[in-house]
């Protein structure tokens, strides 16, 4: 095989596999058959879908890359991306459900796991029997995640946890955490590690469910833990090597999120250009007028943007190829291209776009988070900046 062949096989396609087009086809069908008709009423009752979060762990939406001897569907990381741009295109609260469980729980677990754990936690995570969430940030570790104030002691054959940890995704029906605490103070971040906490623990509280902007439908809290006792051999991975474990899964949730907010932009565009084309003013479709038709150009190319930063990160991470930069790259585009395109769509519609009637505003509201949780824009454009110093270093010795 030449040197030619060799780099053009290593390269991106812009093609689908078949496998990846089939899993468009059957996620955005259910999407649209399954979850459409009920995404405005949940966005305003602020009910966690239940039923439909069940249906995604029967079609595998809730272990998409876990392997099938786990339970799982098996499916590549575009793939992944897939999914969950075709269910934030229709509704962003059913994309984070299971972009949170799949990449925050299901991630660590799978790869950090022990074989004892994997057996026992992923099957029923994967086919959505039990719901995971991820506890990470604190009152005093938001963007400073390494600044731990939750504890674990060991007490003989079991850990102590003691700690408060804030807006927790899926926390009401969560049966399933992943935890990180501080195991040893003195060392700092590499002084914390990581814990599967079954809900249900005594001495582990789920607080009142927040109200949020927008995402309505999906549940964060606070859950407290007041010396809750958890088995010795419930610690994930090595001691003190917990924050290891949180920047590595933080790596495939960042793209997770590019995913969510490429969706969001992507039903935006397709939203404009609808009322663009039925909306009539001045006696002729006001698509036809170029200040319209700029907005959608616009919007086009952030759309574009978004899909091929995002699709690249994941290909990389299925090649086992560095992607930290990508990922954070992904991620701080994807999410300003879906507010900002969420922002042109509601101003194509004019004052309708301002009613609730109307989809876009509901997509402006969902879109403005994408912006802030798995890390900042300020924090993505801190890593990208580390990463370039880095490979300039590099280049340059």
């Known amino acids: 095989m030449s040197a030619e062949t060799l780099a053009l096989s290593a390269s991106p396609s812009f093609d689908l ?223 003190n090597k917990g924050y290891t474990v949180a920047l590595a899964t933080l790596g495939g949730g960042r793209i997770g999120i590019a995913a969510q907010a490429l969706g969001i932009a992507q039903a935006a565009l397709e939203a404009a250009v609808k009322y663009a084309n039925e909306r009539i003013q001045f006696d002729r479709p006001i698509g036809e007028f170029d200040a319209i038709r700029e907005k959608l150009a616009d919007m086009a190319i952030e759309v574009d943007t978004a899909r091929l930063l995002s699709y690249r990160a994941a290909w990389l991470r299925d090649r086992g190829r560095p992607h930290v930069k990508e990922a954070s790259l992904a991620k701080w585009h994807a999410s300003e291209a879906a507010t900002r395109c969420a922002h042109a769509a509601i101003q194509v519609h004019g004052g309708y776009g301002y009613l609730t009637e109307f989809v876009v505003e509901r997509l402006w509201r969902d879109a403005r988070i994408t912006e802030i949780y798995e890390g900042t824009t300020e924090v993505q454009k801190m890593v990208v900046a580390g990463q370039v110093l880095k490979e300039r270093a590099v280049a340059g010795s």
């Open 17 to 239: 596999s078949d496998e990846q087009s089939a899993v468009r086809e059957m996620v955005r069908d259910f999407a649209e058959t399954a979850i459409r008709p009920i995404a405005a009423a949940i966005d305003e009752s602020h009910e966690f879908p239940l039923a439909t979060t069940k249906e995604m762990g029967a079609l595998g939406l809730m272990g998409m890359f876990v392997p099938e001897a786990y339970g799982g569907a098996g499916m590549d990381y575009v793939s992944y991306v897939i999914a969950i741009e075709e269910l934030s295109r229709v509704c962003a609260s059913h994309g984070v459900i299971a972009s949170a469980h799949n990449s925050l729980v299901c991630y660590p677990i799978l790869v950090y796991g022990s074989e004892a754990q994997k057996q026992k936690y992923l099957p029923p995570l994967s086919r959505g029997e039990w719901i995971g969430a991820y506890c990470l940030t604190e009152p005093n570790a938001g963007s400073n995640a390494a600044n731990q104030q939750t504890t674990a002691t060991l007490d003989g054959d079991h850990w102590v946890l003691n700690g408060t940890k804030l807006f927790v995704t899926n926390a009401g029906p969560s049966d399933v955490l992943v935890v990180y605490a501080a195991t040893d103070r003195s060392l700092g971040p590499k002084g914390i590690s990581a814990f599967i906490v079954e809900a249900n623990t005594p001495g582990v509280t789920k607080g009142k469910k927040e109200m949020k902007l927008g995402i309505h439908a999906s549940d964060t809290r606070e859950i407290a833990f007041a010396n809750a006792r958890i088995p010795a051999g419930d610690l994930l991975g090595e001691r």
